[in-house]
């Protein structure tokens, strides 16, 4: 079965970086995307950013392009969020997911997902 493990969570300081991993296991991941979802308190869960197994293109959310970096190695089967000049506003809940096709940026169509991990940005 399908399992999505994220890790790289912590508190830090406005301006400081992080690196959230997910590890995945249970199938190949080919022809899936790979994406990084957040929820912060009383608000729904929004994309981050998202890559393709295949081929390794990105997308992002507005309101991290430019601070934040998806990747993935497909030796570790393991997919990365590199989040630099975080802001307060960065604060939440970061969830690892996966669907088979295209980029969909709203969680519904996602099949599988992490636990989370969360992220806090102190200003």
């Given at each position: 079965?399908?399992?999505?493990?994220?890790?790289?969570?912590?508190?830090?300081?406005?301006?400081?970086?992080?690196?959230?991993?997910?590890?995945?296991?249970?199938?190949?991941?080919r022809?899936?995307?790979?994406?990084?979802?957040?929820?912060?308190?009383?608000?729904?869960?929004?994309?981050?950013?998202?890559v393709?197994?295949?081929?390794g293109?990105t997308?992002?959310?507005?309101?991290?392009?430019?601070r934040?970096?998806?990747?993935?190695d497909?030796?570790?089967n393991?997919?990365?969020?590199?989040?630099?000049?975080?802001k307060?506003?960065?604060?939440?809940?970061?969830?690892?997911a996966?669907?088979?096709?295209?980029?969909?940026v709203t969680?519904?169509?996602?099949?599988?997902w992490?636990?989370?991990?969360?992220?806090?940005?102190s200003?």
């Open positions: 079965q399908v399992q999505l493990v994220e890790s790289g969570g912590g508190l830090v300081q406005a301006g400081d970086s992080l690196r959230l991993s997910c590890a995945a296991s249970g199938r190949t991941f022809g899936y995307v790979m994406s990084w979802f957040r929820q912060a308190p009383g608000k729904e869960r929004e994309f981050v950013a998202a393709m197994w295949s081929g293109s997308s992002y959310a507005d309101s991290v392009k430019g934040f970096t998806i990747s993935r497909g030796a570790k393991t997919v990365y969020l590199q989040m630099n000049s975080l307060p506003e960065d604060t939440a809940v970061y969830y690892c996966a669907r088979l096709g295209m980029v969909v969680a519904a169509p996602y099949n599988y992490g636990q989370g991990t969360q992220v806090t940005v200003s």
